[in-house]
T-cell receptor
Protein backbone atom coordinates (compact mmCIF):
# COMPACT_ATOMS: atom_id res chain seq x y z
CA UNK A 1 0.00 0.00 0.00
CA UNK A 2 0.92 3.66 -0.24
CA UNK A 3 1.31 4.15 3.50
CA UNK A 4 0.96 2.52 6.88
CA UNK A 5 -2.63 1.53 7.47
CA UNK A 6 -4.17 0.91 10.89
CA UNK A 7 -7.57 -0.47 11.77
CA UNK A 8 -9.91 0.21 13.30
CA UNK A 9 -9.51 4.00 13.48
CA UNK A 10 -11.64 4.14 16.61
CA UNK A 11 -12.47 1.45 19.14
CA UNK A 12 -14.65 1.69 22.21
CA UNK A 13 -14.28 -1.23 24.60
CA UNK A 14 -15.96 -2.04 27.87
CA UNK A 15 -13.57 -2.52 30.77
CA UNK A 16 -12.45 -6.13 30.86
CA UNK A 17 -12.97 -6.71 27.14
CA UNK A 18 -10.15 -7.93 24.90
CA UNK A 19 -9.21 -5.86 21.84
CA UNK A 20 -7.04 -6.41 18.77
CA UNK A 21 -5.49 -3.56 16.80
CA UNK A 22 -4.15 -4.15 13.32
CA UNK A 23 -1.25 -2.55 11.48
CA UNK A 24 -0.47 -2.97 7.78
CA UNK A 25 3.04 -1.57 7.20
CA UNK A 26 4.39 -0.25 3.93
CA UNK A 27 5.06 -3.21 1.67
CA UNK A 28 8.61 -4.49 2.02
CA UNK A 29 9.39 -2.60 5.20
CA UNK A 30 11.45 -4.75 7.52
CA UNK A 31 10.97 -2.87 10.78
CA UNK A 32 7.67 -2.25 12.56
CA UNK A 33 7.09 -0.29 15.75
CA UNK A 34 4.14 0.20 18.09
CA UNK A 35 3.72 3.33 20.19
CA UNK A 36 1.14 4.43 22.75
CA UNK A 37 0.13 8.11 22.86
CA UNK A 38 -1.89 9.38 25.79
CA UNK A 39 -3.91 12.57 25.37
CA UNK A 40 -1.62 15.60 25.23
CA UNK A 41 1.54 13.51 25.42
CA UNK A 42 4.17 12.39 22.95
CA UNK A 43 4.14 8.77 21.76
CA UNK A 44 5.84 6.22 24.00
CA UNK A 45 7.58 3.10 22.72
CA UNK A 46 5.84 -0.23 23.20
CA UNK A 47 7.57 -2.82 21.02
CA UNK A 48 9.67 -3.36 17.88
CA UNK A 49 9.79 -6.08 15.22
CA UNK A 50 12.35 -6.83 12.60
CA UNK A 51 10.55 -9.07 10.13
CA UNK A 52 8.71 -11.61 12.29
CA UNK A 53 11.12 -11.35 15.22
CA UNK A 54 10.08 -9.25 18.18
CA UNK A 55 13.43 -7.74 19.13
CA UNK A 56 12.29 -5.40 21.89
CA UNK A 57 9.14 -5.49 23.98
CA UNK A 58 10.45 -3.52 26.91
CA UNK A 59 7.80 -0.81 26.53
CA UNK A 60 4.76 -3.07 26.91
CA UNK A 61 3.17 -1.82 30.16
CA UNK A 62 1.93 -5.19 31.43
CA UNK A 63 1.47 -8.82 30.48
CA UNK A 64 -2.02 -7.90 29.25
CA UNK A 65 -0.33 -6.42 26.17
CA UNK A 66 0.81 -8.77 23.45
CA UNK A 67 2.04 -8.07 19.91
CA UNK A 68 2.75 -10.38 17.03
CA UNK A 69 3.89 -10.23 13.42
CA UNK A 70 3.81 -13.89 12.39
CA UNK A 71 4.67 -13.50 8.69
CA UNK A 72 6.82 -10.41 8.92
CA UNK A 73 4.24 -8.06 7.43
CA UNK A 74 0.90 -7.35 9.19
CA UNK A 75 1.13 -6.90 12.95
CA UNK A 76 -1.51 -7.14 15.64
CA UNK A 77 -1.40 -5.53 19.06
CA UNK A 78 -3.69 -7.33 21.49
CA UNK A 79 -4.78 -5.97 24.83
CA UNK A 80 -6.48 -8.37 27.21
CA UNK A 81 -8.89 -7.39 29.98
CA UNK A 82 -8.75 -3.71 29.02
CA UNK A 83 -8.66 -1.10 31.75
CA UNK A 84 -9.43 2.60 31.63
CA UNK A 85 -5.77 3.56 31.73
CA UNK A 86 -5.33 1.72 28.42
CA UNK A 87 -7.31 4.51 26.70
CA UNK A 88 -4.92 6.14 24.25
CA UNK A 89 -4.01 6.38 20.59
CA UNK A 90 -1.96 3.40 19.44
CA UNK A 91 0.40 4.32 16.62
CA UNK A 92 2.19 1.92 14.30
CA UNK A 93 5.27 2.88 12.27
CA UNK A 94 7.38 1.03 9.73
CA UNK A 95 10.78 1.63 8.19
CA UNK A 96 12.66 -0.04 5.37
CA UNK A 97 15.54 -1.20 7.56
CA UNK A 98 16.39 -0.16 11.07
CA UNK A 99 15.32 2.85 13.13
CA UNK A 100 18.10 4.94 11.60
CA UNK A 101 16.08 5.26 8.43
CA UNK A 102 12.86 7.14 7.85
CA UNK A 103 9.95 5.85 9.93
CA UNK A 104 6.45 6.28 8.51
CA UNK A 105 3.50 6.37 10.87
CA UNK A 106 -0.08 5.25 10.44
CA UNK A 107 -2.98 7.43 11.57
CA UNK A 108 -3.39 5.45 14.74
CA UNK A 109 -6.20 3.64 16.50
CA UNK A 110 -7.95 5.62 19.22
CA UNK A 111 -8.94 3.21 21.98
CA UNK A 112 -11.45 4.34 24.58
CA UNK A 113 -12.16 2.01 27.49
CA UNK A 114 -15.41 2.75 29.29
CA UNK B 1 17.17 8.68 32.15
CA UNK B 2 16.91 9.39 28.44
CA UNK B 3 14.67 12.40 28.02
CA UNK B 4 13.57 14.86 25.36
CA UNK B 5 12.13 18.15 26.57
CA UNK B 6 10.45 20.76 24.40
CA UNK B 7 9.51 24.36 24.84
CA UNK B 8 7.25 26.19 24.72
CA UNK B 9 4.44 23.78 25.50
CA UNK B 10 2.11 25.83 23.31
CA UNK B 11 2.46 28.81 21.04
CA UNK B 12 0.05 31.13 19.23
CA UNK B 13 1.23 33.28 16.33
CA UNK B 14 -0.33 35.29 13.53
CA UNK B 15 -0.24 34.07 9.97
CA UNK B 16 2.90 35.23 8.16
CA UNK B 17 5.03 35.48 11.30
CA UNK B 18 8.11 33.37 12.07
CA UNK B 19 8.58 31.20 15.15
CA UNK B 20 11.21 28.96 16.74
CA UNK B 21 10.58 25.82 18.76
CA UNK B 22 13.20 24.40 21.14
CA UNK B 23 14.26 20.86 22.02
CA UNK B 24 16.75 19.75 24.70
CA UNK B 25 17.69 16.11 25.07
CA UNK B 26 19.73 13.91 27.35
CA UNK B 27 19.56 10.77 25.19
CA UNK B 28 22.88 8.96 24.86
CA UNK B 29 24.14 7.36 22.70
CA UNK B 30 22.52 9.46 20.03
CA UNK B 31 21.92 8.29 16.46
CA UNK B 32 19.85 11.03 14.91
CA UNK B 33 17.35 13.74 15.76
CA UNK B 34 14.07 14.25 13.96
CA UNK B 35 11.30 16.77 13.95
CA UNK B 36 7.80 15.49 13.26
CA UNK B 37 4.57 17.37 12.58
CA UNK B 38 1.42 15.80 13.98
CA UNK B 39 -1.96 17.13 12.91
CA UNK B 40 -4.86 16.46 15.25
CA UNK B 41 -6.12 12.92 14.84
CA UNK B 42 -3.31 11.88 12.53
CA UNK B 43 -0.01 10.09 12.83
CA UNK B 44 3.29 12.03 12.99
CA UNK B 45 4.89 13.02 9.68
CA UNK B 46 8.64 13.52 9.42
CA UNK B 47 9.91 17.02 8.63
CA UNK B 48 13.69 16.63 9.05
CA UNK B 49 16.26 14.06 10.15
CA UNK B 50 19.73 15.13 11.28
CA UNK B 51 22.68 12.95 12.21
CA UNK B 52 25.30 13.80 14.81
CA UNK B 53 27.50 15.62 12.28
CA UNK B 54 24.81 17.83 10.76
CA UNK B 55 24.19 21.33 12.09
CA UNK B 56 21.23 22.39 10.00
CA UNK B 57 18.67 20.97 7.62
CA UNK B 58 15.85 22.64 5.75
CA UNK B 59 12.58 21.39 4.35
CA UNK B 60 10.77 24.26 2.66
CA UNK B 61 9.78 26.80 5.28
CA UNK B 62 11.05 24.52 8.06
CA UNK B 63 14.69 24.77 9.18
CA UNK B 64 16.08 22.57 11.94
CA UNK B 65 19.36 23.18 13.74
CA UNK B 66 21.35 20.85 15.94
CA UNK B 67 24.10 21.50 18.47
CA UNK B 68 25.30 18.06 19.55
CA UNK B 69 27.67 19.57 22.12
CA UNK B 70 24.94 21.28 24.09
CA UNK B 71 22.32 18.67 23.10
CA UNK B 72 19.94 21.26 21.78
CA UNK B 73 17.89 21.51 18.62
CA UNK B 74 15.52 24.10 17.24
CA UNK B 75 12.87 24.15 14.53
CA UNK B 76 12.35 27.50 12.82
CA UNK B 77 9.18 28.07 10.82
CA UNK B 78 9.27 30.94 8.35
CA UNK B 79 6.24 32.86 7.08
CA UNK B 80 3.77 30.70 8.96
CA UNK B 81 0.57 29.49 7.31
CA UNK B 82 -2.74 28.43 8.82
CA UNK B 83 -1.90 24.85 7.83
CA UNK B 84 1.14 24.95 10.13
CA UNK B 85 -1.24 24.63 13.10
CA UNK B 86 -0.25 21.28 14.60
CA UNK B 87 1.92 19.66 17.26
CA UNK B 88 5.63 19.60 16.53
CA UNK B 89 7.48 16.76 18.15
CA UNK B 90 11.23 16.44 18.62
CA UNK B 91 12.36 12.81 18.45
CA UNK B 92 15.77 11.37 19.24
CA UNK B 93 16.83 7.99 17.92
CA UNK B 94 18.36 5.77 20.60
CA UNK B 95 19.51 2.24 19.65
CA UNK B 96 16.35 0.64 18.26
CA UNK B 97 13.91 3.12 19.76
CA UNK B 98 12.63 6.61 19.07
CA UNK B 99 12.36 8.78 22.19
CA UNK B 100 9.62 11.37 21.74
CA UNK B 101 9.28 14.75 23.36
CA UNK B 102 5.84 15.86 24.51
CA UNK B 103 5.61 18.35 21.65
CA UNK B 104 4.85 22.02 21.12
CA UNK B 105 1.28 22.81 20.17
CA UNK B 106 1.38 25.60 17.54
CA UNK B 107 -1.71 27.55 16.57
CA UNK B 108 -1.58 29.99 13.66
CA UNK B 109 -4.37 32.54 13.49
CA UNK B 110 -5.30 34.74 10.50
Amino acid sequence: GAGVSQSPRYKVAKRGQDVALRCDPISGHVSLFWYQQALGQGPEFLTYFQNEAQLDKSGLPSDRFFAERPEGSVSTLKIQRTQQEDSAVYLCASSSTGIGTEAFFGQGTRLTVV
Amino acid sequence: KNQVEQSPQSLIILEGKNCTLQCNYTVSPFSNLRWYKQDTGRGPVSLTIMTFSENTKSNGRYTATLDADTKQSSLHITASQLSDSASYICVVSYTDKLIFGTGTRLQVFP
